[in-house]
C-alpha cells in the first residue's frame, strides 16, 4: 500500500501559478503510476494528469495541457503538478492518486486508481 498526502493548493488570481506536491509513504512510490484528478462543488472527478510508473509516458486533460506539468521525484517520494496561467474553471478540490496500472488507455479513469490521498482545494479568483 501507499499513503498520499497533498500540499501546496490556495487561493491565486487569474493568470497565476501554483505548485501542488503529493507526498507518498509505504510501498515504493516509483512502483506506482502518479495520477492528479480535481472535483468541483457539484462535479465528477476528472483526470487532468498522470506520469505511468514504467516509462514514464505523461498524459494530460485537454483543458490543462501547455498550462499544467506533471512530475515525479522517485528518490524523494513525491510528485507535483506545476499549475501556470490558471483560470477560474480550474477551481476544484485536487486529489492526487496511484495505481499499479500503466495502460495510457485506463490511467486517466478515476476508478483504477485504488490509493487517494485527501484533496487540496484550489480556488482560482477573476
Known amino acids: 500500500q501507499v499513503q498520499l498526502v497533498e500540499s501546496g493548493g490556495g487561493l491565486v488570481q487569474a493568470g497565476g501559478s501554483l505548485r501542488l506536491s503529493c507526498a507518498a509513504s509505504g510501498r515504493t512510490f516509483s512502483s506506482y503510476t502518479m495520477g492528479w484528478f480535481r472535483q468541483a462543488p457539484g462535479k465528477v472527478r476528472v483526470f487532468v494528469a498522470a506520469i505511468s510508473r514504467s516509462d514514464g509516458r505523461i498524459l494530460y486533460a485537454d483543458s490543462v495541457r501547455g498550462r499544467f506539468t506533471i512530475s515525479r521525484d522517485n528518490a524523494k517520494n513525491t510528485g507535483n503538478l506545476q499549475m501556470n496561467r490558471l483560470k477560474p474553471e480550474d477551481s476544484a478540490n485536487y486529489y492526487c492518486?496511484?495505481?499499479?496500472?500503466?495502460?495510457?488507455?485506463?490511467?486517466?479513469?478515476?476508478?483504477?486508481?485504488?490509493?487517494w490521498g485527501q484533496g487540496t482545494q484550489v480556488t482560482v479568483s477573476s
Open positions: 492518486a496511484a495505481t499499479i496500472q500503466t495502460s495510457v488507455l485506463l490511467i486517466t479513469t478515476p476508478n483504477i486508481y485504488p490509493y
